[in-house]
């Protein structure tokens, strides 16, 4: 059944012709619209208005109600007000005590979820006395080595009350394994445990570039790390398919559902072929997307998404529970979009991502500092930011009803017609032989490189806007002094210091063969890596270890080169 | 090393370049860090004004960069950098090119670089440093400039 009758249709359709020919006619002759042609970030042309004409081929079911498939109006049935979204802002930095200091200050703020962001050592699987690990150590992220640092990122928080989202990807499976062997130790329920591993494997190779094996065995890693968490600790999300760094290495918002879709199946394929039941692991799939600069766009972005996802879990992988055709995203603002010139805008920008990523029914949020251009973030940036939230959530009433725009003719157009277009990118890779043959062979990542130049051109051009930069430059204003987050020097000899001390206290005898089991049941496809894993850990072998054991097995990954 | 040429270019090419006059660029990643969103931009943008472009991939040490700019006879190294490692990254790349005798090629920074650390940039040996929102002809012309005033070794 359509949103409207044939007839009413009929009458907008012939009033809109009149229309067109009076007043629009006689608005353009009198004073021209100041460009040809509109269209969104992504290409979509956009009309000047749109009518109930426009939605009439749309049938009322794809709209359907919130918590129900296909889950275009959200992804649940009360939303915001059963819940508002998690306010989540990620930090990490130094040592484990540095941001288990800045954890506390956040909660204290007002935060209701941590989230981790781990140095460039510990996302590749390298220990911080790896002479790879240079300069590196505490930079980006907290460095871990070991379980005992594990213990000290969480120090005096509750696991069992707080959910925890960990950024980690290539290494995530040994990070989920100091996890668990911490909530353990400390004798925590583990059917309690809340949170999400990012462990997106294939976005890694195309979009944020942290990789430590070749694509298949990773993709089997994040196999094993779904199949055990189910079971293990079933309130765990294992995996957050991450579309926001395929925008942020270039892509547009078509590119990165359709990308991360593609993804998507290729991690149910694989889970699916080693015997699990679709249902008994896609409630725990979880996402990962941005909320960038064209707002309606963005909006629309999110509903397309619910909608494509909800389809594909249904009719490609036949699940039968709706909580495995409900897609919750966790949303990030644009780091892309922020400026070192005028960086105060910057708070703007980020308020305006920040209400798009409400409007379209987001579970979480970051939302980036305004010094995010310089460095990671400060705290005042971080209380500025999470103040950012509080205002959207408590001051403005946009909580109340559920996906207020759902209904706007532009809105349910816009959405359809980002969905049809996702579902062409999504054919072609399923023609092209399928994400895990596409990612080793570049395509992905020539398309997002692609993306990525023609949008500097067009900001070259002066076609895409920035304020303060390539329209409204004021040069007095450009040389900004602002206080940046500092490197703690000492950090990386504190880590090199308890590396040591674990090194020496620990039975060298156990952790040799724990490693040897490992190295053994990696070289099939068959075993599971989490139990054995889970035992390195409890007996101090340190992550760099344990990746480079798995490395010598299956070697390392070969970048294609792709300018 | 691991890297493509934009343009191939023989040893043979590269003494033709040196009498044309055609600058040669080695677009490099230092450390871990994974943004390779501009430098990649970068590559094309110095290839569409006619220079000859190297790019080194991902996760190259300084003395694999160093090695790669010597081997492909460069002019000028282009580093970007957005992990926070610039300081001790370019100090140790300032250090590998004076020990190879290297120190001739022109070191550009470009990336997320806070101008607190610019001065101990420009102590290790940096020649230029690009700002993030430069436009393709600031990028380009701030290399020309550079082998213009000195002229190519």
């Known amino acids: 059944m359509n949103l409207f009758s044939e007839t009413a249709i009929g009458d907008i359709r012939e009033k809109q012709a009149a229309w067109e020919e009076r007043e629009l006619a006689a608005a353009l002759g009198s004073r021209p619209e100041e460009k040809p042609a509109y269209e969104t970030e992504c290409g979509i042309p956009l009309k000047r208005v749109y009518t109930a004409a426009d939605i009439a081929d749309i049938p009322a079911d794809e709209l359907g109600f919130p918590g129900a498939y296909p889950f275009t109006r959200g992804a649940y049935p009360t939303m915001y007000r059963g819940r508002p979204w998690t306010i989540r802002q990620v930090a990490g930095f130094g040592n484990p005590e540095a941001t288990n200091q800045r954890y506390k200050y956040m909660i204290q703020t007002g935060q209701t979820g941590l989230s981790t962001d781990f140095d460039l050592p510990t996302l590749l699987g390298l220990d911080s006395d790896d002479p790879r690990a240079f300069g590196e150590v505490g930079r980006v992220g907290v460095a871990i080595d070991t379980v005992d640092d594990v213990d000290r990122l969480f120090d005096g928080i509750d696991l069992e009350k707080i959910s925890v989202s960990l950024t ?5 499976w040994v990070v989920y394994a100091m996890y668990v062997a911490v909530a353990a130790r400390r004798g925590y329920d583990l059917h309690k445990l809340a949170g999400t591993l990012q462990a997106d494997p294939l976005k890694e190779y195309v ?12 993709v089997r890693l994040l196999r094993d790390l779904i199949m055990y968490s189910a079971k293990a600790t079933p309130k765990i999300n294992p995996i957050s398919l991450s579309g926001y760094h395929l925008s942020d290495v270039g892509g547009n918002a078509l590119q990165e559902i359709a990308f991360i879709m593609a993804f998507t199946i290729a991690y149910c394929e694989e889970v699916t072929g080693a015997g699990m039941d679709i249902d008994d692991f896609a409630p725990r799939l979880s996402f990962f997307f941005i909320s960038h600069q064209d707002f309606f766009e963005q909006i629309c ?13 249904a009719q490609r992988f036949k699940a039968r529970k709706p909580e495995s055709m409900r897609l919750r995203v966790h949303v990030q603002t644009a780091a892309m979009s922020l400026t070192k010139v005028e960086h105060h805008n910057n708070l703007m920008r980020t308020a305006i991502q920040a209400l798009g990523a409400v409007l379209g029914g987001c579970q979480s949020m970051h939302t980036n500092g305004l010094d995010e251009a310089f460095a990671i973030p400060t705290e005042e940036a971080m209380k500025l930011a999470i103040r950012t939230q509080q205002i959207i959530r408590d001051e403005i009433n946009v909580t109340s009803v559920i996906d207020p725009l759902g209904g706007s003719y532009f809105i349910e157009r816009l959405t359809r017609d980002m969905e049809t277009e996702i579902w062409k990118l999504l054919d072609e890779v399923d023609e092209r032989g399928g994400a895990v043959k596409l990612v080793e062979e570049g395509w992905f990542q020539q398309k997002l490189a692609d993306s990525a130049y023609a949008t500097f051109r067009k900001i070259d051009a002066g076609e895409k806007i920035s304020v303060g930069v390539n329209r409204y430059v004021d040069e007095t204003s450009r040389s900004a002094e602002v206080h940046i987050h500092p490197y703690d020097e000492r950090c990386t000899q504190l880590q090199i210091d308890r590396l040591n001390a674990v090194r020496a206290g ?3 005898a156990r952790v040799r063969q724990l490693l040897n089991e490992l190295a053994e049941q990696a070289r099939s496809d068959e075993a599971n890596l989490l139990p054995t894993t889970i035992e390195a850990v409890k007996a101090k072998a340190t992550l760099g270890e344990i990746c480079a054991t798995l490395r010598e097995v299956w070697g390392s990954y070969a970048e294609p080169m792709i300018v | 090393m691991n890297e493509a040429s934009i343009k191939q270019a023989s040893g043979d090419a590269a003494e033709r370049n040196a009498m044309t006059g055609t600058i040669r660029v080695l677009v490099a990643k230092l450390g871990l860090d994974g943004h390779d969103r501009g430098a990649k931009v970068v590559a094309r943008i110095l290839r569409d004004a006619g220079m000859e472009v190297v ?7 300084p003395d694999e960069v160093v ?3 010597v081997q492909e006879d460069v002019d000028v190294i282009g580093v970007s950098l957005l992990s926070g490692s610039h300081v001790p990254l370019f100090r140790e790349l300032g250090r590998c090119l004076r020990e190879e005798k290297a120190d001739h090629i022109f070191v550009v920074a470009g990336g997320v670089i806070p101008e607190q650390d610019y001065a101990a940039l420009w102590d290790s040996g940096v020649d230029a440093i690009v700002p993030q929102e430069a436009r393709a002809e600031l990028i380009v012309t701030t290399i020309r400039n550079l082998i213009a005033a000195r002229g190519r070794v």
């Open chain 1, 168 to 172: 980690i990807n290539p290494s995530a």
């Open chain 2, 67 to 69: 090695a790669a700019a």
């Open chain 1, 207 to 218: 979009a944020q570039k942290e990789w430590i094996y070749p694509v298949r065995p990773a």
């Open chain 1, 301 to 313: 972005k999110f509903r397309a998404a619910r909608r494509v996802y909800a389809k594909i879990m």
């Open chain 1, 506 to 508: 620990r039975d060298g």
């Open chain 2, 55 to 61: 790019y080194t991939g991902l996760y190259k040490s």
